[in-house]
């Protein structure tokens, strides 16, 4: 193993550290408690290696969305090839979505709350961001064009009843 093998390897190892640290902060304290400071204290680093690795907190919960939707893409992924037909894919996916977002909401709120920077439903996105939307394009994908109509006008229905016009 060369120098810059192990340099490189020390580093991608210290990323990880510092992304798993603010994911579990964040979880168990929620993003107001996710400092660089604390982190660099959680990993015993300082802080200028934090920094050395991302720009600040916000660059910090990117990549645990990253991380998230990498999580999500494979929990989608599992859902949906273990139902049978479409109406029990498109299911399992919702329900598997959402009860993601209830078991980490503090992961969930840095992957579609909070203003990260990433790019979304561009050729730019990162990986784990194209297969969790993937995931649940693969879910719909065999949905009949002709009742597009219909699903839309029940699924504004839902979200806005009860809401003033």
Do not use: N
């Not at 996105?125 to 995931?135: N, Q, S, Y």
């Amino acid at each position: 193993m060369t120098i810059q093998t192990r340099r490189e390897r020390d580093r991608a190892e210290r990323e990880r550290l510092i992304v798993t640290a603010a994911r579990e902060l964040a979880e168990s304290e929620g993003w107001d408690a996710v400092t660089t400071r604390r982190l660099a204290a959680q990993i015993e680093y300082s802080q200028p290696v934090l920094y050395s690795h991302f720009k600040g907190k916000d660059a910090i919960m990117a990549a645990v969305a990253v991380q998230g939707c990498a999580d999500l893409a494979e929990e989608l992924r599992t859902a949906r090839t273990a139902a049978k037909g479409t109406r029990e894919a498109l299911a399992a996916v919702g329900e598997t979505y959402t009860a993601f977002g209830r078991r980490r909401p503090a992961l969930y709120d840095a992957m579609f709350t909070y203003r990260v920077d990433l790019p979304f439903a561009t050729a730019e996105a990162p990986e784990p961001l194209k297969r969790a939307f993937g995931e649940i394009a693969a879910a719909v994908e065999r949905l009949p064009e002709r009742d597009h109509e219909q699903r839309l006008a029940l699924l504004i229905g839902h979200f806005t009843a009860g809401a003033s016009r």
